[in-house]
């Protein structure tokens, strides 16, 4: 039996949230995910988020991410056949460092991409501290959520934390090691604060946190024209120098960004975070100032509309832009007219263009955080 019920509605007094925010849409979302992207297809037995449309790579695949999102999604609504489905699933495709390989074929019978991608492991992680919290125990599983959490993130910390030339940079996985590359939407500090205090190692997380910061100030910069607006590049350097993490990968303010004013915006709504709440105050002035109807899915770094040029004709917008921009905008009533208008279009369900898999999966997490619904659990 769930300790916390879904919804859990609640908001904090140092955040504004949308004046129709309600669980009821957050459940509505929840259930168009679970619809359409969710499925025992391929699964090995458990469950498994597909994507239906990627415009990167095998139709009705599975990355490591969807799977985080999945736990994460299950978690706050109580859903423990969800979360256990999703978990099995991830411990199928683990590497040698215990970390899912990012990619999986459709049929489950392998993986197409391997080594671990830190966004997913840390969502794992901070969805199995929530499991023990929400249920307790082991759930189908022989060993406590606890425990398997606590090894995850000591697999994070010792593969996907840098400790050497960059000293506690978080690193896009653990094939990323000996590079100097970093993805500030990878950054989700109010996790690594969680991490310290569940691992015992406070002070190395801690370190994580602050060289984050550190890292994400120093990408807003006159050379980027983008010291005022907020917009991150996909992926820089320890310098915040724009870089080409891959053969082909943008470095513009693009679909992995569009994610880091949430991560933010969580740090500041759990721990009040003045470092989060600077950085929310440029790109939540950014996006106030385009306007909630007008946020397209793409921007160069100092500002200018870059649509994906993946996206199909009669783009109707994307949910990972416009709910992070404005789950950000939320730690200051100066931008509720923004919040209001942005929750307006996300409720919709509509906002799918390029990924109906990766916008579906934010429309509920937008939902959720917007309305009160995705926080972090007390411990017993």
């Given at each position: 039996?769930?300790?916390?019920?879904?919804?859990?509605?609640?908001?904090?007094?140092?955040?504004?949230?949308?004046?129709?925010?309600?669980?009821?849409?957050?459940?509505?979302?929840?259930?168009?995910?679970?619809?359409?992207?969710?499925?025992?297809?391929?699964?090995?037995?458990?469950?498994?988020?597909?994507?239906?449309?990627?415009?990167?790579?095998?139709?009705?695949?599975?990355?490591?991410?969807?799977?985080?999102?999945?736990?994460?999604?299950?978690?706050?609504?109580?859903?423990?056949?969800?979360?256990?489905?999703?978990?099995?699933?991830?411990?199928?495709?683990?590497?040698?460092?215990?970390?899912?390989n990012w990619y999986i074929a459709p049929d489950g019978s392998k993986a197409?991409?391997?080594g671990g991608a830190s966004d997913a492991e840390e969502d794992m992680a901070?969805?199995?501290?929530?499991?023990?919290?929400?249920?307790?125990?082991?759930?189908?599983?022989?060993?406590?959520?606890?425990?398997?959490?606590?090894?995850?993130?000591?697999?994070?910390?010792?593969?996907?934390?840098?400790?050497?030339?960059?000293?506690?940079?978080?690193?896009?996985?653990?094939?990323?090691?000996?590079?100097?590359?970093?993805?500030?939407?990878?950054?989700?500090?109010?996790?690594?604060?969680?991490?310290?205090?569940?691992?015992?190692?406070?002070?190395?997380?801690?370190?994580?946190?602050?060289?984050?910061?550190?890292?994400?100030?120093?990408?807003?910069?006159?050379?980027?024209?983008?010291?005022?607006?907020?917009?991150?590049?996909?992926?820089?350097?320890?310098?915040?120098?724009?870089?080409?993490?891959?053969?082909?990968?943008?470095?513009?303010?693009?679909?992995?960004?569009?994610?880091?004013?949430?991560?933010?915006?969580?740090?500041?709504?759990?721990?009040?975070?003045?470092?989060?709440?600077?950085?929310?105050?440029?790109?939540?002035?950014?996006?106030?100032?385009?306007?909630?109807?007008?946020?397209?899915?793409?921007?160069?770094?100092?500002?200018?509309?870059?649509?994906?040029?993946?996206?199909?004709?009669?783009?109707?917008?994307?949910?990972?832009?416009?709910?992070?921009?404005?789950?950000?905008?939320?730690?200051?009533?100066?931008?509720?007219?923004?919040?209001?208008?942005?929750?307006?279009?996300?409720?919709?369900?509509?906002?799918?263009?390029?990924?109906?898999?990766?916008?579906?999966?934010?429309?509920?997490?937008?939902?959720?955080?917007?309305?009160?619904?995705?926080?972090?659990?007390?411990?017993?």
């Open positions: 039996m769930a300790r916390f019920p879904f919804p859990h509605n609640r908001r904090f007094p140092h955040c504004h949230y949308p004046q129709q925010a309600s669980a009821a849409d957050a459940q509505r979302a929840f259930q168009a995910w679970r619809e359409e992207i969710v499925t025992s297809e391929g699964a090995r037995g458990f469950l498994r988020t597909r994507r239906p449309d990627t415009p990167d790579g095998s139709a009705n695949s599975t990355v490591s991410e969807g799977i985080a999102y999945g736990m994460v999604i299950a978690v706050m609504f109580g859903d423990q056949a969800l979360f256990d489905g999703f978990w099995g699933y991830a411990r199928c495709f683990l590497n040698a460092n215990g970390l899912m197409l991409g391997v901070w969805a199995l501290v929530m499991a023990d919290r929400q249920w307790g125990g082991s759930g189908a599983f022989s060993e406590s959520y606890l425990s398997m959490a606590k090894r995850l993130i000591d697999a994070i910390y010792e593969t996907e934390v840098d400790h050497g030339q960059w000293p506690d940079m978080f690193l896009p996985g653990d094939d990323w090691r000996g590079r100097n590359v970093f993805n500030p939407s990878y950054f989700a500090p109010s996790q690594y604060r969680l991490f310290g205090e569940v691992s015992g190692n406070v002070a190395g997380w801690q370190r994580v946190v602050d060289q984050g910061y550190v890292v994400l100030n120093r990408s807003l910069n006159p050379q980027n024209g983008n010291q005022d607006n907020g917009l991150v590049p996909a992926w820089c350097d320890d310098q915040g120098v724009p870089v080409e993490a891959f053969p082909g990968a943008m470095k513009n303010y693009q679909y992995d960004s569009a994610r880091t004013p949430f991560r933010i915006g969580q740090d500041w709504a759990y721990y009040q975070e003045p470092r989060a709440r600077e950085y929310l105050q440029k790109v939540s002035r950014f996006f106030a100032g385009v306007g909630a109807d007008n946020v397209v899915d793409g921007y160069t770094l100092d500002g200018k509309p870059a649509p994906d040029p993946k996206s199909p004709p009669g783009n109707p917008g994307s949910a990972v832009f416009v709910g992070c921009a404005a789950a950000g905008a939320m730690h200051d009533a100066a931008f509720a007219s923004f919040v209001d208008a942005a929750y307006a279009r996300v409720r919709t369900g509509k906002l799918l263009t390029r990924s109906r898999y990766y916008n579906h999966c934010w429309t509920v997490l937008s939902t959720l955080m917007l309305s009160g619904n995705l926080i972090e659990l007390p411990a017993r």
